[in-house]
Each structure stands twice: as structure tokens, then as C-alpha cells.
């Protein structure tokens, strides 16, 4: 046996990187490798979008999917999570600094040009410029749903700003108010520019209710509003401080408090709750406005519009977003809607941005899994491939199998979100949708309030396993903070940043509560006597959906339906109180039955034989006991191998290998 050499530090092994190949490809595309990486996508957008997919969706799709891994992109990644915000609360002299306390990093700043190009809000709504005969908002979340992994969470504001829209949208055609003048123009030059394409000209939002009280139970809100005086609105207009950054007249409201926790600390403006004389109102308010002109002032001079950041918080992930503590002085503001109607205004913005965070749930877990595929293709243990090991891929397959299901359940919020702006008919000409979107409005927007709050709290608790998973899957390397490379192997970033989901906008237990405030609220005992909500909405839409897939789903439509009668009786049975502690024994009935309908639907659409092992897959592992066992696995164990090899790495992981290998 000859003398053995050392290895090194230039020598000896080293690891195959592994290349993270784009989630979506367009069908048209010149490329030899035309099969998306991530399959689930594409089978969502052909459920929702006419067929083909519009070549303007298709194109946009693909061509962004390779944006997002680009080196470009990821350097401004890694530039939030090494260049985090620092807070300046003072000039060089002492004074409070008022013109600039907050500093992001360059990387920030363009991940934020970059999606609004994008259309992450955009093509959610009505542009002239763009011809869109389908769901909009299927366009817009298919567009996230990719951008997740590389956004290092610029995507926060960017959901309140897309609720801040749809607040607003509401209100552009209110009755004048004479003891607001000008809130009609400002509204809509500011749902203008919210919505806009343009980064130049486009605003984010900020959404401020949190204090120090707590988060979701905003009844202690001690932010104060009140109406200026005449004599304060002369004094401010003679020293031309009555106009915001852009020029857009302030309102004449003024606001004061302290906000403790507020994610769009850097934005255009924002929406908050303020106590007033009637009880809690909502109100709209620039984050900056013009500096008095004066011997040491120019007339673009700006300053914060009473807003002073107190501190920047110290978070587990997020690094990149500037969360901070606010303290609001003297804020001017227009009230929005009544006085005393503040957490119904809000309550809009809320369905928007727990839409937006159960998406981010399913957006980190798929790019987590996409690193993880390109990570078992080139991973080499004892001798093989991680590839060919059957536990493995056995495990990796039922990471991906609830990926499908947490991906489907929010496409159907998205699409009854679609539904409900633009009409039924709108956005299910010429697809298979109709099925799944009920015509009728009332029942179709409470479908979506009752899944709204299922799949926020599951898909996001979800995403935090299933990144967990990923991080395991790649050994140590998984635990590193792999900002090499452009950090487009650092799982533990998408870890770290995918938790705050599980708590923004309401933890699961608030989750649970605002589902049986549908489905059984005490407070709404006439409108229960005439209409059983769960069943009436929900048990028809799933009675619907199981009846189109049961000539190919006895046994599954069988066990489905068990799931459901078991949720049905436990909510008749037990009181209010009871189902509050069983809370998220609903949440997972529903989700259980709601996801196993849209997995069997897809499957069924095409007979594909992965989809097909995606729905029956899921369909055992939520079945009751009792069903469970009808439901056991192939006794063939190598072609179940050879399902899970497909579920996880894709049908033709021969095809998909070579093309990771080109590039």
C-alpha cells in the first residue's frame, strides 16, 4: 500500500456545487430543458389562467424566475443581511434629526426597484398599458411566489401596500367631505402611485397598530387623533408646512402616540389606528412632508411628518427590513371613513396581508426545496448519489407533497380573491377554475374568509418545518450561513426569515379565533338561524369538488368526506369556549379537507401519474384512523421509490441533471 496523502486546503475532495435551476420555465421557450424545476407552479397557473398560459403571464414568469437567481439580484440578498438599517436619531450638534434617522442598505433599496418592475402589486390591478383577460391576481402571486427566496423580506411592505391599495380603491369615490378638502385627490394620486410599475414614481405602505399593549388586540390603542384648529392650520399653511414630499396637501387631522412595532419603517406612507372622541379610527398619513420655506430651507427641503424612529428591533431573521419603535408626534393625517370604524377599514388590509404571508409561507418553502433538488443531484454519500437513496428521497417527497397542498390552498385564495374584484365569470373563462370558485359573491368572498385564516396559520407553520428539513438535508452545510456564492444555498436565511410568519398579522390561536368567529360566532346569532355557515359555504364546496373527482378518487372522496362530517360535528356539538380551545383541531380539519379537494381536482384534470401520487399521498396522511388503513401505500415498495423519486426531483431528473450541468 503506497504512503497516503494528506488533504489540503487546495486538495483532496471537494463537494459538486450544486446549481439551483429556475422554478419556471415557459413552455415556448427555446430552452432544451423546457419542464419547470418546480411543477406545482405551472400546474396552478393552468388550474386558473386560460390555456395556454398567456404568453404575457409565461413570459413574465420565466424571465423573472431567472432574474430572481441571478448574481446581480442575490448580491443585493446578501447586501441586507451583511449591511443591516442603522438608526441616526441625531444630527452632528445634538438636534433631532428629522431629514434622514433611518439608513437601509443599497441592497434594500433595489431589491424594492426591482419588484415593483416586477408588478408584485401592480399586476394586481388595472393598468392601461395592460391587456389582462384573466385573473390578476393569479399573475401577481405566481410572480412572489418566485421572488420569495430572493426578497429577504422586502416583500413585508409590499403586502401592505397591496392592502393599503385595496383600502384606498374603496374610498376614491366617497361623498366629498368639506372638513376634508383635497382627501379626494389625495387618495387617488396615492392609490395611483401605489399600484404603480414604476419605481420612480411607485410608494410602499406602512401598516401601524401595534403597541405596547399587545399585538392583535388592538381595544387598548392609545395612538390619539384630533382635528387641527383653524388657527393651526393658517399657521402651518402661512410657513408652507401643509404639503407632503410629493406636494399632496396633509390632512387635517393630527395623530400621537407610540407605535411599538411597525415593518415599513422606510415607506411613503402609511395606515394606523388612532383613538378620536367616537372610538378607534383609521387613518391615511404621509411618512414625510416639505419644509417651510426660509432663509436656510429650499422648497424641496423634506422632513419626517412628526414620525421619530426610537429604536431599530434586534429580530431572529428579517435582517434586511427595518422594523422599528415609533413615536408619533403631531402627525398630520386624513381620517379614512367614519370616526369610530377603524378596525372595520382595517380589517381590509388584514384579508390582504395574510393573503400575502401564507404566500410567503409557500415562496420560502419552495425555493428551501428547490436547494434542496439541487443539492441531491450532486451530493455523493457512500459511493452514490443522495439521489438514488430511498429514505431520502421517501422524506424529501413528503416535504414537496406539502408544499403541492400549502401552494394549492393559497392559489385559491388568491383566485377568490381574483373572483371577487373582477367579476366570476372574468376569471374562469376558458380555464377549469369555475369548478372551484363559487359564482355565487357572498359565498364565494366567505369561502375566502374562512380558508384566509386556515392557510396563514398552516401553510406558514408548514414552510417553518418543511425549511427546516431543507437545512437538515444539506448536513452542515444546511446550518451555515452560506453567503458565499451568492447566498443562494443560505437555507437558514429562508429558516430564520420564514418564522415571523407564523406571528405577523395574528398567531395561529388568533388564526383559529377569526375562524370560529365565521363559523360560529355567539355575537351573530340571526344570521346563524337563517344559514349554517360551514356547511352552506364551505360543505358545498367541498360536496362540489368531491363529486367531480370520485370516479377517480373512490376511496380518498370516502375518507375526505369523514374528515369533513368529523370537523361538522365537533362544531355543532361543542360550545363557543370549547372550540376555542380546540381551535386548531379546526384549523387542521379544514385545511385537511380543502387541500385534499384541490389536489384531487389537479390530478384528475390530466391523469398525471405525480399528481396523482401528490393527492393520495396527502389524502392518507390527513386520514381519519379509521380511514387510514383503506388507504395504505403500494406494496411495491421500489415503485413507490420510484414515486418519490418523481414527487421530489420532477419526472425527467435525467433531463434536469444535464441541464444543471450546463449551466
Known amino acids: ?21 429556475p422554478q419556471y420555465t415557459s413552455t415556448t421557450s427555446s430552452e432544451s430543458a423546457s419542464t419547470s424545476d418546480d411543477p406545482t407552479l405551472p400546474r396552478i397557473l393552468s388550474l386558473y389562467l386560460p390555456t395556454p398560459t398567456p404568453r404575457e403571464v409565461s413570459k413574465h414568469l420565466h424571465d423573472f424566475s431567472r432574474l430572481v437567481l441571478s448574481p446581480s439580484t442575490l448580491s443585493h440578498t446578501v447586501d441586507c443581511e451583511t449591511d443591516q438599517p442603522t438608526l441616526h436619531p441625531l444630527t452632528t450638534f445634538g438636534e433631532e434629526n428629522k431629514t434622514s434617522p433611518l439608513r437601509t442598505s443599497e441592497g434594500w433599496r433595489a431589491l424594492k426597484q426591482i419588484q415593483t418592475k416586477a408588478g408584485v402589486v401592480g399586476h394586481g390591478y388595472a393598468h392601461a398599458s395592460i391587456h389582462a383577460p384573466f385573473n390578476r391576481r393569479i399573475n401577481q402571486f405566481a410572480t412572489l411566489q418566485l421572488w420569495d427566496g430572493s426578497a429577504a423580506l422586502a416583500t413585508c411592505p409590499i403586502a401592505m401596500t397591496d392592502g393599503a391599495a385595496v383600502l384606498l380603491r374603496r374610498h376614491l369615490h366617497d361623498e366629498p367631505d368639506d372638513s376634508q378638502p383635497f382627501r379626494a385627490d389625495v387618495f387617488l394620486e396615492s392609490y395611483r402611485r401605489l399600484i404603480s410599475l414604476d419605481p420612480s414614481y411607485a410608494w410602499t405602505s406602512g401598516q401601524w397598530m401595534t403597541e405596547r399593549t399587545g399585538g392583535s388586540d388592538v381595544s387598548g390603542t392609545e395612538t390619539v387623533a384630533r382635528r387641527m384648529t383653524p388657527q393651526e392650520l393658517e399657521s402651518d399653511a402661512a410657513a408652507s408646512r401643509d404639503q407632503d414630499a410629493h406636494g399632496l396637501p396633509l390632512g387635517p387631522w393630527t395623530v400621537s402616540g407610540y407605535k411599538w412595532f411597525s415593518s415599513a419603517t422606510d415607506a411613503d406612507m402609511t395606515i394606523l389606528l388612532a383613538q378620536t372622541d367616537k372610538g378607534l379610527s383609521a387613518f391615511y398619513a404621509p411618512l414625510r412632508r416639505r419644509v417651510g420655506r426660509g432663509q436656510a430651507h429650499h422648497h424641496t427641503d423634506t422632513e419626517m411628518n412628526g414620525v421619530r424612529p426610537i429604536r431599530l428591533k434586534s429580530k431572529l431573521g428579517t435582517k434586511g427590513l427595518p422594523t422599528a419603535e415609533l413615536e408619533v408626534a403631531n402627525m398630520r ?44 443531484r450532486v451530493r455523493r454519500v457512500r459511493g452514490g448519489l443522495l439521489s438514488d437513496n430511498p429514505q431520502h428521497l421517501a422524506w424529501m417527497a413528503d416535504e414537496t407533497v406539502k408544499y403541492a397542498a400549502g401552494s394549492h390552498l393559497v392559489f385559491l385564495g388568491v383566485a377568490l380573491l381574483g373572483s371577487s374584484e373582477q367579476g366570476h365569470d372574468a376569471v374562469t373563462r376558458g380555464t377549469p377554475a369555475g369548478a372551484l370558485l363559487p359564482r355565487d359573491k357572498e359565498s364565494a368572498d366567505t369561502l375566502l374568509r374562512i380558508i384566509t385564516p386556515v392557510m396563514k396559520s398552516q401553510v406558514t407553520m408548514n414552510s417553518v418545518s418543511g425549511l427546516r428539513a431543507c437545512m437538515e438535508c444539506l448536513g452542515g452545510v444546511g446550518y451555515c450561513e452560506n453567503n458565499e456564492d451568492g447566498g443562494v444555498l443560505n437555507v437558514a436565511r429562508l429558516f430564520r426569515d420564514s418564522v415571523v410568519g407564523t406571528i ?49 378518487f373512490a376511496l380518498q372522496c370516502r375518507a375526505v368526506l369523514n374528515r369533513y362530517d368529523a370537523l361538522k360535528e365537533m362544531v355543532d356539538r361543542l360550545s363557543v369556549g370549547e372550540l376555542l380551545r380546540r381551535g386548531r383541531d379546526v384549523l387542521d380539519h379544514i385545511e385537511a379537507v380543502a387541500c385534499s379537494c384541490l389536489l384531487m381536482f389537479d390530478a384528475c384534470r390530466d391523469g398525471d401519474e405525480v399528481a396523482n401520487a401528490i393527492a393520495k399521498t396527502w389524502v392518507r396522511s390527513k386520514a381519519l384512523p379509521a380511514d387510514a388503513a383503506a388507504l395504505e401505500e403500494p406494496a411495491d415498495w421500489m415503485k413507490a421509490v420510484d414515486l418519490d423519486r418523481k414527487i421530489f426531483l420532477g419526472s425527467d431528473a435525467g ?5 444543471q450541468a450546463r449551466l
Open 333 to 376: 393625517a386624513y381620517l379614512i371613513g367614519q370616526e369610530g370604524q377603524g378596525v372595520r377599514e382595517i380589517s381590509s388590509i388584514l384579508n390582504i396581508t395574510r393573503l400575502h404571508t401564507a404566500r410567503g409561507g409557500a415562496g420560502y418553502l419552495g425555493r428551501g426545496l428547490a436547494v434542496s433538488r439541487a443539492y441531491t
Open 1 to 21: 500500500m503506497g504512503q497516503m496523502k494528506p488533504s489540503s486546503s487546495t486538495s483532496g475532495f471537494f463537494q459538486d456545487f450544486p446549481v439551483v435551476l
Open 655 to 659: 433531463t434536469r441533471a444535464r441541464a
Open 504 to 552: 405577523w398579522e395574528g398567531t395561529t390561536s388568533v388564526m383559529a379565533e377569526d375562524v370560529l368567529r365565521v363559523i360560529k360566532n355567539p355575537k351573530d346569532k340571526e344570521r346563524r338561524r337563517r344559514r349554517d355557515v360551514l356547511d352552506a359555504v364551505f360543505g358545498a364546496w367541498t360536496r362540489a369538488v368531491l363529486a367531480a373527482v370520485e370516479q377517480v
